[in-house]
């Protein structure tokens, strides 16, 4: 079966439980000690394989910008399509079932 694929238009930066460690490549950020989650800053191009519980919450700004919920599953294939948007928005492209 070939895989699932979805545009999801969510935020730019993905919270994750696992260490920045864990994605070789991708820009991250440990906010603090005791902090249990790290954020995933990719550039727009730039894919990774999630490791499982990578998300992001819907949201909408005061001018009107939506952002999707994204949530990841082990062996999702995400890719940052573009950041051109309003809003602090991304375009993702996740590829399920990779």
């Known amino acids: 079966m070939?895989?699932?694929?979805e545009v999801v238009v969510s935020g730019r930066n993905l919270h994750t439980p696992h260490p920045g460690?864990?994605?070789?490549?991708?820009r991250s950020i440990r906010p603090g000690p005791g902090w249990p989650v790290t954020i995933l800053c990719?550039?727009?191009g730039e894919a990774f394989t999630a490791l499982g519980?990578?998300?992001?919450y819907a949201y909408?700004?005061?001018?009107?910008a939506r952002a999707e919920a994204l949530?990841?599953?082990?062996?999702?294939?995400?890719t940052l399509v573009r950041?051109?948007?309003?809003?602090l928005l991304g375009e993702w492209r996740v590829e399920s079932g990779v």
């Open 21 to 26: 460690e864990a994605y070789p490549g991708i």
């Open 60 to 64: 909408e700004t005061p001018d009107g």
């Open 42 to 44: 990719p550039r727009d």
């Open 83 to 87: 950041t051109d948007l309003p809003g």
């Open 71 to 78: 949530s990841l599953s082990a062996g999702d294939r995400a």
């Open 53 to 56: 519980g990578e998300h992001n």
């Open 2 to 5: 070939p895989p699932r694929v």
